[in-house]
């Protein structure tokens, strides 16, 4: 069992790419298993940011391979613009990236036809990244997708062209007006691009490699509660974001699957539309985005901000079979004077521990509060150094969930990151 997973609990943005970069040592692969372009993974060292969209957060470790597996949806235009954000050697790069064939491919009709669906949704918008992630899944489940391995055909350019026709056509029921040349133009230059890396059918590699005793990480994109089938439809993404994403995602069974890491904040948030129960609408909530610095990371939008909720978290232990869960922004908490937690919800004024079938239902989340600390811990180095009231709330959410905190990150920087012995 040497491929472990490390996904995301809430919606988004827990710190995923900070964590999996610091994990990256001990493994041989980090490989993606889905989303794309929507996803803005972040991660620190050496006092330089840096945020990534498709390629795996193991990139910055020269010896490890990193793989996008079949169930990304890939931009080449994007693709090309973060390699050479990257700023290392096209040779070097492609030593350790490597792409599958199986990958659907985003065209850049798909962009113009998530703007469009967007826009006729009048006041119920998804608040989607717009980067052509819900109309690229479409098409692959609806069997009209373009995938990788499709660039290496001979004619390319004219399959291109029937599959760019079909959505023109969908988009003249549309008053939509857009222009795809200039953005045509970066495509197809990051479709050659493409063609310099290794190309394969990932699924041997990784499970060849697996075999031969190589430990492999797969890495989750966006979170549990914005999963196509769990998430708060329809205000979700259109992936499979939970363990068994990584499954499909990457051709791997899941007799193979070793640890299952959840990664959560230490509070929540939310990019976008869809309910979201512990939100903060008030000062509270606003300085949590200040010193969380809650602004998306490939928007740019600010984060909806709010109280840790336990059963959100409860229900993303249950259905990833989380062996592992890791705290992420406890720095951010130093200096509340309590700090609350939410327990169960109250919906239509019943108590529940469930999460709602309908978006639409009214939750009122109960909350436990919880006494909070002073002390700035993005220094400390030792879990048993950390304030005592840090502790009592680790201890209250692994009472709660039956799962073990076993690493708690008090800041941005890949050094910043405890892991409990
Ligand atoms: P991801 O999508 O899950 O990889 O998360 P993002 O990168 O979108 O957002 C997480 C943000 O929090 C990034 O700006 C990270 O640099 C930052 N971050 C990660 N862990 C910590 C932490 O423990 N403390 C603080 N203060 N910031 C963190
Ligand atoms: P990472 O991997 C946070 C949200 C969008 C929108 C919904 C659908 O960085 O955690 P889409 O573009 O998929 O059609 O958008 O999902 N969303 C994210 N929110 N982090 C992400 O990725 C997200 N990817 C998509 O804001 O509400
Ligand atoms: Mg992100």
Same mark, same amino acid.
């Given at each position: 069992m040497n491929i472990d997973i490390l996904l995301g609990l809430q919606w988004g943005d827990e710190g995923k790419g900070k964590i999996v970069d610091a994990l990256s040592p001990g493994y041989d692969i980090i490989a993606r298993f889905?989303?794309?372009? #929507? $996803?803005?993974? %972040?991660l620190e060292f050496n006092n330089v940011k840096h945020v990534l969209h498709l390629i795996p957060s193991g990139i910055f470790h020269p010896d490890k391979l990193n793989v996008i597996g079949n169930g990304v949806v890939i931009d080449p235009a994007v693709f090309m613009k973060e390699i050479f954000e990257l700023g290392s050697p096209i040779e070097e790069l492609t030593r350790r =990236?490597?792409?599958s064939t199986r990958a659907n491919l985003i065209m850049p009709s798909h962009r113009i036809l998530d703007a469009a669906y967007e826009s006729s949704k009048g006041n119920s918008? @998804?608040?989607?990244?717009?980067?052509?992630? /819900?109309?690229?899944?479409?098409?692959?489940?609806?069997? #009209?997708? =373009?995938r990788v391995g499709d660039i290496f055909h001979p004619d390319f350019a004219s399959i291109y062209q029937s599959h760019l026709e079909n959505h023109l056509s969908i988009l003249k029921s549309y008053n939509f007006s857009f222009d795809l040349?200039?953005?045509?133009?970066?495509?197809?230059?990051? *479709?050659? =691009? @493409?063609k310099r890396f290794r190309v394969e059918n990932t699924e041997y590699l990784i499970n060849n490699m697996a075999g031969q005793g190589k430990k492999v990480l797969a890495e989750g994109a966006q979170g549990t509660m914005l999963d196509v089938d769990f998430g708060s439809y329809p205000f979700v993404t259109s992936s499979s974001t939970i363990s $068994? /994403?990584?499954?499909? /995602?990457?051709? @791997?069974s899941p007799k193979a699957i070793g640890e299952i890491y959840g990664i959560f904040k230490a509070y929540s948030t939310r990019v /976008? %539309?869809? !309910? +979201?129960?512990?939100? =903060?609408c008030d000062q509270t909530g606003a300085a949590l985005r200040n010193i969380g610095h809650e602004f998306g990371?490939?928007?740019?939008? !600010?984060?909806?901000?709010?109280?840790?909720?336990? !059963? $959100?978290l409860k229900y993303s232990i249950m259905i990833n079979g989380i062996t592992q869960l890791f705290m992420t922004k406890a720095d951010v908490l130093s200096g509340f004077k309590t700090i609350k937690v939410c327990t169960s919800y109250l919906v239509h004024g019943e108590e529940c521990y469930e999460i709602p079938f309908s978006s639409n +239902?009214?939750? *009122? !989340?109960?909350? %436990?509060e919880l006494e909070g600390w002073d002390e700035d811990i993005s220094s400390v180095k030792e879990y048993d150094l950390l304030p005592k009231a840090l502790k009592n709330f680790i201890e209250f959410i692994e009472n709660s969930t039956g799962v073990p905190v076993t690493m708690i990150s008090v800041g941005p920087d890949r050094e910043e990151t405890i892991f409990r012995k």
């Open positions: 889905q989303g794309g372009p #929507n $996803a803005g993974h %972040s =990236l490597i792409i918008k @998804i608040g989607s990244t717009l980067k052509g992630i /819900g109309p690229a899944y479409t098409d692959k489940t609806g069997r #009209n997708g =373009l040349k200039e953005y045509e133009k970066d495509w197809f230059e990051g *479709v050659e =691009l @493409i $068994a /994403g990584a499954c499909t /995602g990457l051709g @791997i /976008g %539309s869809g !309910p +979201f129960p512990t939100e =903060l990371s490939t928007t740019g939008r !600010p984060r909806r901000c709010g109280w840790l909720d336990l !059963p $959100a +239902f009214e939750i *009122v !989340p109960v909350y %436990s």
